[in-house]
């Protein structure tokens, strides 16, 4: 048991499969978090959220005592991805013992890693020292709240991880800005695209009905 455990510390897509919630490679490569900062730029409805939930719970399950904040665009979407994450972990056998504190907005995991899931308020995000920063969303939230609330949070914490993942809105703030730093080779900041034609799932007559009724 021990040796299979480590080896679900070491290997997200092992540890996304063993939770039942299986991650494609594209998505396992982009959330590595072999960079400061990671930008995911992504389709709707190709498993950005998903995605981020299973790396919040690997990375709270392979670093004791470790703190994530993960920072949804409104209220019910931050509800919705903490609902999501303690469901995960109460039906895993080697996550057993997670406390969840709606309350707080909080997951403690038994090795003493927390998950907290708050919506993009300075009120709701100002204060913390974490390891991971995850902003799900990342277009639409305010742009001074990533940059002087949300990215800060980490400063205090050596080896700290930014993740910013959205669906494009427009050539403009700062998750526009910092994906572009990541395409453009900026050290500490690494952008990764995801393919519409690899999330499969997606319907061909989704796909067409978008093509002709929004901007590209």
């Excluded at 920063?133 to 700290?160: F, H, K, Q």
Aim: glycine fraction near 6%; proline fraction near 6%; include cysteine.
């Amino acid at each position: 048991m021990p040796d299979d455990l480590d080896r679900l510390r070491n290997d997200l897509g092992l540890f996304a499969a063993a939770i039942s919630m299986p991650l494609e490679p594209w998505q396992v490569a982009a959330l590595a978090l072999k960079t400061r900062l990671t930008a995911i730029v992504a389709p709707r409805q190709s498993g950005k959220s998903r995605s981020l939930c299973v790396a919040a719970l690997h990375f709270a399950f392979r670093h004791p005592n470790s703190r994530t904040l993960i920072v949804s665009a409104g209220e019910d979407a931050a509800r919705r991805l903490l609902a999501e994450i303690a469901a995960t972990a109460s039906e895993s056998p080697f996550l057993a013992g997670s406390v969840t504190d709606e309350a707080a907005a909080l997951l403690r995991l038994s090795n003493g890693a927390e998950i907290r899931s708050v919506p993009a308020s300075e009120r709701q995000v100002r204060g913390w020292a974490v390891d991971v920063a995850i902003v799900d969303e990342a277009a639409i939230v305010d742009s001074d709240l990533i940059l002087n609330a949300v990215i800060p949070t980490t400063s205090a914490r050596p080896g700290a991880k930014i993740v910013l993942a959205s669906s494009p809105a427009g050539p403009e703030g700062a998750f526009y800005d910092l994906a572009r730093q990541g395409d453009e080779g900026v050290e500490h900041v690494r952008t990764f695209h995801w393919d519409l034609a690899d999330a499969t799932w997606i319907q061909p007559a989704a796909i067409n009905a978008a093509r002709g009724n929004l901007p590209s």
